[in-house]
């Protein structure tokens, strides 16, 4: 392996995205009720109440106390409020019809984060991910006699959108604990964030790890020793980068993570001969060398970048974190589902046309 010996380097990643990922405010979840009411007039709700959510497909069941329930003025549509871990509330309307009895039809769910910060956002994710993808869903409150079961039809790109950005707020809780920062975050944010927060986060947590590399940018002196280390030919070459101190810049924080090694496998140098000829000057001036991975991808080490405490996480939030594969598989069901009915009117013939592995040559992952 040669060791180009610098200071520092500089590395361009392969077309960042710059593009704004905005995180909106998410209408409320809407279902039906097929046969549901609630005796008049309502029992008054204690300040020990509790509203249950039971979500059977995935083993877990949560009591949160209610903090709101009323009649509005509208006689058709009763309010009630939760709130989860001091970081998020539930609020759910009932719209029916007010007779003898309140007739439900109609049960919208709204989640929401109290605040702008990581752990509040994991949660308000993770419930709007798990009500989406849940077969049924069991809302009751005991202490007024609401015993609810029902499906919230949503689809697979809102559910998807909030399992980015639950994964995008974990990454930040894990940030949050490693360097004992607190941070917001902001109402829009852009791709080159979220790489930055994936960097962040693969420093704390792998240490090493493989990432995508468009061109290194290192400055040698102009030696002979210098040129000694470069070849002669332009094939590739493993190479070897740094220690270099690095730190991000993360909204509005610098965040140090310690000295960086960039392991290139596939080396190739951009002006190989003109990079020679300079360093061959042996005059000690700075030559400016780009070097480009041919696979695309190194290896960054990191030795001393921050690190988790053990344990991470309180038991509640790691509960939520194991949710993970579950999530993940339940999503891909769906999807897996949709492509099916994709197929369902098609003949034999026809399906295997369209599920044909395609036949690709090499100009086919060249970038213009």
Not at 73 to 84: A, E, Y
Not at 225 to 254: C, E, I
Request: charged fraction near 20%; glycine fraction near 4%.
């Amino acid at each position: 392996m040669s060791a180009l010996v610098v200071a520092e380097y500089s590395i361009k990643g392969i077309d960042p995205s710059v593009a704004e990922l905005v995180t909106p405010y998410q209408p409320s979840i809407i279902a039906s009720v097929a046969a549901a009411a609630l005796s008049i007039p309502f029992p008054d709700v204690d300040p020990e109440a509790l509203f249950h959510l039971s979500l059977p497909d995935f083993g877990l069941h949560l009591a949160a106390p209610i903090t709101d329930f009323h009649l509005g003025k509208d006689p058709g549509r009763v309010t009630l409020q939760t709130s989860f871990s001091n970081d998020a509330i539930i609020a759910m309307t009932l719209l029916g019809t007010l007779t003898d009895v309140f007739h439900i039809d109609e049960v919208s769910i709204d989640i929401r984060a109290l605040e702008d910060k990581p752990r509040a956002e994991f949660i308000t994710s993770t419930l709007f991910a798990l009500l989406g993808l849940s077969g049924e869903t069991y809302l009751q409150i005991p202490a007024i006699g609401l015993d609810l079961r029902q499906s919230f039809d949503l689809s697979l790109k809102r559910v998807s959108q909030r399992l980015q950005m639950r994964q995008t707020a974990f990454r930040l809780m894990a940030i949050e604990r490693a360097t004992g920062l607190e941070l917001s975050i902001p109402e829009s944010y852009s791709g080159e964030d979220i790489e930055t927060i994936a960097y962040i986060y693969h420093a704390i947590v792998l240490r090493s790890f493989v990432w995508p590399i468009g061109t290194v940018t290192v400055h040698v002196p102009a030696t002979l020793d210098s040129l000694g280390l470069f070849p002669k030919d332009n094939l590739p070459t493993r190479q070897q980068l740094g220690p270099t101190r690095v730190a991000k810049k993360l909204f509005g924080h610098t965040i140090d993570l310690g000295e960086e090694e960039l392991f290139l496998d596939d080396a190739v140098f951009e002006n190989l001969a003109a990079v020679r000829s300079e360093l061959a000057r042996n005059d000690g001036h700075p030559v400016e060398v780009i070097v480009r991975p041919l696979s695309g991808k190194g290896i960054v080490a990191l030795k001393n970048s921050p690190r988790l405490p053990e344990p991470a996480w309180h038991p509640s939030i790691q509960a939520l974190i194991d949710l993970e594969p579950r999530l993940n598989a339940c999503l891909a069901d769906r999807y897996n589902a949709l492509a099916a009915s994709t197929l369902a009117d098609l003949t034999e013939e026809e399906k295997r046309e369209v599920t044909a592995r395609p036949e690709l040559d090499e100009r086919a992952f060249l970038m213009e």
